[in-house]
C-alpha cells in the first residue's frame, strides 16, 4: 500500500442522543440488536460509519479518516 495515502479509524463516544439526530440524516445499510447493545453501520455526509448503541446511554461511531496526500506533479515539456 502506498504512503502517500492511508486510511485510518476514528472514533467518537456521545450521547445516544446525538446518534439518533445523525441516524434521521442518514442511509441506514444495517443494524443488529446484539444483547444490550445496537449496532448500525451507515452512510452519513459521503462516509461510511458504523455506530453502537452502550447500555449506559452513550454511543461510539467508527469512521474511516483519510489522511490528503499532495497533490501528484508530473513535469510537463513546454512543447507540449
Same mark, same amino acid.
Given at each position: 500500500?502506498? !504512503? =502517500?495515502?492511508? %486510511?485510518? #479509524?476514528?472514533? &467518537?463516544?456521545? @450521547? /445516544? %442522543? @446525538? #446518534?439518533?439526530?445523525?441516524?434521521?440524516?442518514?442511509?441506514?445499510? !444495517?443494524?443488529?440488536? /446484539?444483547?444490550?447493545?445496537?449496532?448500525? &453501520?451507515?452512510? +452519513? %455526509?459521503?462516509?461510511? !460509519?458504523? =455506530?453502537?448503541?452502550? $447500555?449506559?446511554?452513550?454511543? #461510539?461511531?467508527?469512521? #474511516?479518516?483519510? *489522511?490528503?496526500? +499532495? $497533490? @501528484?506533479? *508530473? *513535469?510537463?515539456? /513546454?512543447?507540449?
Amino acid at each position: 500500500m502506498s !504512503k =502517500a495515502a492511508t %486510511n485510518q #479509524l476514528v472514533w &467518537h463516544v456521545g @450521547a /445516544v %442522543n @446525538a #446518534l439518533a439526530d445523525i441516524l434521521v440524516d442518514a442511509e441506514i445499510q !444495517k443494524s443488529l440488536a /446484539v444483547g444490550d447493545l445496537t449496532i448500525y &453501520h451507515f452512510q +452519513h %455526509n459521503g462516509s461510511e !460509519k458504523m =455506530a453502537v448503541t452502550l $447500555p449506559d446511554g452513550q454511543s #461510539l461511531m467508527i469512521s #474511516l479518516a483519510v *489522511r490528503a496526500s +499532495h $497533490p @501528484a506533479r *508530473r *513535469r510537463q515539456d /513546454v512543447n507540449d
